[in-house]
């Protein structure tokens, strides 16, 4: 479980460069005074899991190698590639840190993990209401692709999360096929939401 949560620290453990640059790039100063907010949330939750590795007796690491694919998926377009990106990580965190909160069963490391689950439920919301923005002028038939090119990637985001943290998933009362099935009944309403009316409904919890 420590390993588990050393990857995950990693992975929230970043500056936001890209994702704010790519807001800037947008010219909605509104939009990027909310974007360096979830950076900074986002950088919080690093400072809480490292707490929670301290707590546990061991250190945060300095990186993991799924924290950089999803880094380069992202530098790779503009701020619709990165959101798309960001948003797999976000669902794969909703099942994740509701896991932690439920099976540690330690009172500590369970508050820490119910306020970063807070913290993101209200984020993905936030990023789908401009993932939708951003596709409402895109013609039916690329959105169609859109939406399959999201299905792929977040299977295999899943899929390789669901892998590389399988010991500490059961530890926490949850088999991998759970948290796969889990994980795309989060993310099929939200691949609705974006891509669909927007007046579709999402599910966070």
């Known amino acids: 479980?420590?390993?588990?949560?050393?990857?995950?620290?990693?992975?929230?453990?970043?500056?936001?460069?890209?994702?704010?640059?790519?807001?800037?790039?947008?010219?909605?100063?509104?939009?990027?005074?909310?974007?360096?907010?979830?950076?900074?949330e986002e950088q919080s939750h690093a400072v809480?899991?490292?707490?929670?590795?301290?707590?546990?007796g061991a250190a945060p690491i300095g990186g993991h190698w799924t924290d950089t694919v999803f880094v380069l998926v992202r530098r790779g377009g503009?701020?619709?590639?990165?959101?798309?990106?960001?948003?797999?990580?976000?669902?794969v965190a909703l099942r994740y840190y509701r896991a932690l909160r439920d099976g540690s069963g330690d009172a500590y490391v369970a508050d820490v993990a119910g306020r970063i689950l807070a913290d993101e439920e209200r984020h993905v919301p936030f990023h789908l209401d401009r993932?939708?923005?951003?596709?409402?002028?895109?013609?039916?038939?690329?959105?169609?692709?859109?939406a399959g090119g999201w299905w792929v990637?977040?299977?295999?985001?899943?899929?390789?999360?669901?892998?590389?943290?399988?010991?500490?998933?059961r530890a926490l009362g949850v088999t991998r096929r759970r948290f796969v099935t889990d994980v795309r009944g989060l993310f099929g309403p939200m691949v609705t939401a974006v891509f669909r009316s927007a007046g579709s409904s999402i599910l966070t919890r």
């Open 131 to 146: 993932l939708r923005q951003g596709f409402a002028p895109t013609p039916l038939a690329g959105r169609v692709a859109a």
């Open 1 to 40: 479980m420590i390993r588990s949560v050393q990857r995950f620290q990693a992975g929230e453990d970043g500056d936001g460069t890209s994702l704010i640059a790519a807001a800037a790039r947008a010219g909605d100063p509104i939009y990027l005074a909310a974007v360096r907010l979830f950076v900074a």
């Open 48 to 56: 809480r899991l490292a707490n929670v590795l301290r707590y546990a």
């Open 153 to 169: 990637l977040m299977t295999g985001a899943v899929l390789v999360v669901a892998l590389d943290h399988g010991s500490a998933l």
């Open 78 to 91: 503009g701020l619709r590639l990165e959101l798309l990106t960001l948003m797999l990580a976000e669902v």
